[in-house]
């Protein structure tokens, strides 16, 4: 998939190009409708689908305290695009600059710069230009003088409500691993590369990766089974986030970390990242009043997380859905 941040870049494209549009935090099945759509419909033309997307969140630029924690990273968002089959995106730097213009202004901006583009994509909700006036009922307006049609998508239920990434952040942040499944289409989980820790683990014989997290939308501090994917390979896995109580107290000062034992694993993992799938809370973080009972609580939390993943692990579609976009992580 080819990544750029340039919009001009377009203008070398031969092929007829479909583009779909929007922001794509969690790239869930919503979003996947859009991108979908695109891609079925570039096919039929013989030519490219694309994605335009954006960095950072409006909010971040726009009014930071209001910011939503992301689902997704930027490069966990492209390797999902990647992996659903775009034959490239486009991420345009959010600045104020882009958010003062005029809807029209970068309509035309839009068309200039990709001279062979087809058709746009996008969902009912998609704004674009000054003050999120542009509509996708005005881009089609823009687009009919230059021979752009625009595709509206609805929105994908769930629940009977329409799937948003408000909604799979809130269902993620509540531990509410099966509805984010649902909504995601994937189960959900915590991206992360792995960084120097205290080593505790090996102390007990179960020796942990320590994950500084891409992702900012985690679950609630716990012990998960998981399954996690260190390039191609995939691993079943106990993850722990919260603050250590049996050594730490319950200091509320201390910051939480994610540890990760990956069972019958052997290697060195340091700056490496990688990719876990929350599939089963397993428990509440405890206070132990003896290592050797912490160390009997670990023995059955990887007997429990084998038995999950035998019979609850990434189908093998999945797995190799993923495995499509993996040179991005």
């Not at 003088?145 to 942040?173: F, H």
């Amino acid at each position: 998939m080819i990544t750029t941040s340039n919009l001009k870049d377009l203008q070398s494209r031969q092929k007829p190009i479909v583009l779909a549009a929007g922001f794509f935090d969690g790239v869930h099945i919503g979003h996947q409708s859009v991108i979908g759509h695109a891609i079925q419909s570039a096919r039929a033309i013989n030519g490219e689908a694309w994605v335009m997307t954006f960095a950072p969140h409006p909010m971040k630029v726009l009014k930071p305290e209001m910011a939503p924690l992301m689902v997704t990273a930027h490069e966990h968002k492209l390797a999902l695009i990647e992996a659903h089959g775009a034959d490239g995106t486009i991420t345009l730097p959010f600045t104020r600059d882009l958010a003062a213009t005029a809807p029209e202004e970068f309509a035309n901006w839009l068309f200039h710069c990709a001279p062979t583009l087809n058709q746009v994509v996008v969902g009912e909700n998609w704004r674009f230009g000054a003050r999120a006036a542009g509509t996708p009922a005005l881009l089609a307006e823009f687009g009919r003088d230059a021979g752009v049609s625009v595709q509206t998508m609805p929105p994908i239920l769930y629940q009977n409500n329409p799937v948003s990434s408000t909604r799979v952040r809130e269902a993620i942040q509540h531990g509410n691993l099966e509805t984010a499944k649902a909504m995601l289409g994937r189960p959900p989980g915590v991206l992360g590369t792995v960084i120097h820790g205290r080593a505790v683990g090996r102390t007990l014989g179960y020796p942990s990766a320590n994950l500084d997290p891409h992702n900012e939308a985690l679950p609630p501090q716990a012990i998960y089974a998981v399954e996690a994917r260190i390039n191609d390979q995939f691993h079943a896995g106990a993850l722990s986030y919260g603050t250590r109580p049996t050594f730490d107290g319950h200091d509320p000062a201390i910051r939480p970390v994610i540890e990760l034992h990956l069972i019958d694993f052997d290697g060195t993992l340091y700056g490496k990242n990688i990719e876990t799938f929350l599939l089963k809370k397993l428990r509440d973080q405890w206070h132990f009043d003896s290592i050797e009972a912490l160390k009997k609580q670990i023995a059955e939390d990887v007997l429990q997380t084998r038995t999950i993943i035998a019979s609850h692990g990434l189908p093998p579609e999945l797995k190799a859905f993923l495995r499509n976009g993996s040179r991005h992580l």
